[in-house]
């Protein structure tokens, strides 16, 4: 067997095992909220539901989601030094007052977008982040936003865009990056839209204002 196949057996397993992870958190899940344990928990666990929201990260590999998710998480630019691509799926919660923000990050790769729509179900907001330095994938960016607007567990959830590493040279700006994704074309009916730059550099000392801003839009689009 050549280590060509062997590279893609394994990459194939680690996606699916997270696809079954997931499938087993939201068994867990739906276990927690259907079989109370004493009378009046059943009431508790939806007031918990209340104040819980699920946040998808989406985007090509290579655009910087789990810099900027890390750089959030922690506040700490230094640790986002040479992470390692995503291959199946992160989950990253964050504590913002009353609410608990279950952050999703799942891989860009061409063999881990097909398993993106196991993931869609309860989404509360949409965050699709792209590499404004590689124009060449934008093209395909868009037709991956295109895709997940068509499905209907989707179609009425807000959406942040971000155009990140605007600190690389060349980098087109968020409204150039919003033109070829064309974000014009969505319905402001159905969705409510924001585009924002980002750059997360990690040889600061303290998070860049547009990862600050970033965090922001994500915790106010949430509310939505």
């Known amino acids: 067997m050549s280590s060509k196949i062997k590279l893609l057996m394994i990459a194939s ?25 004493d009378e009046g928990f059943e009431e508790v666990s939806k007031v918990d539901d209340i104040f819980q929201r699920k946040i998808l990260i989406l985007g ?29 799926f992160n989950i990253t919660i964050l504590q913002k007052g009353e609410y608990t923000l279950n952050i999703f990050e799942l891989g860009g790769q061409e063999n881990v977008r097909r398993f993106w729509n196991t993931y869609f179900e309860d989404t509360d907001l949409l965050v699709f982040v792209v590499d404004s330095a590689d124009p060449s994938k934008l093209p395909v960016a868009a037709m991956e936003l295109k895709n997940l607007l068509g499905d209907q ?21 968020a409204e150039e990056v919003g033109v070829a994704l064309d974000l014009s074309s969505i319905s402001s009916r159905q969705h409510r839209i924001k585009l924002i730059a980002t750059q997360a550099p990690s040889n600061l000392h303290h998070l860049h204002v547009s990862v600050v801003e970033a965090e922001q839009a994500m915790y106010a689009l949430s509310q939505v």
């Open 13 to 37: 397993s680690g996606i699916i095992a997270s696809v079954c992870t997931y499938a087993t958190y939201q068994y867990w899940k739906k276990r927690r909220q259907s079989t109370p344990e």
């Open 60 to 88: 090509l590999d290579n655009s910087g989601k789990s810099t900027l998710i890390k750089q959030i998480s922690s506040g700490n630019t230094s640790l986002s030094h040479n992470l390692k691509p995503t291959e199946g």
């Open 153 to 173: 567990r989707l179609s009425t959830v807000p959406i942040l865009v971000i155009a990140n590493k605007q600190d690389v040279p060349g980098a087109l700006s």
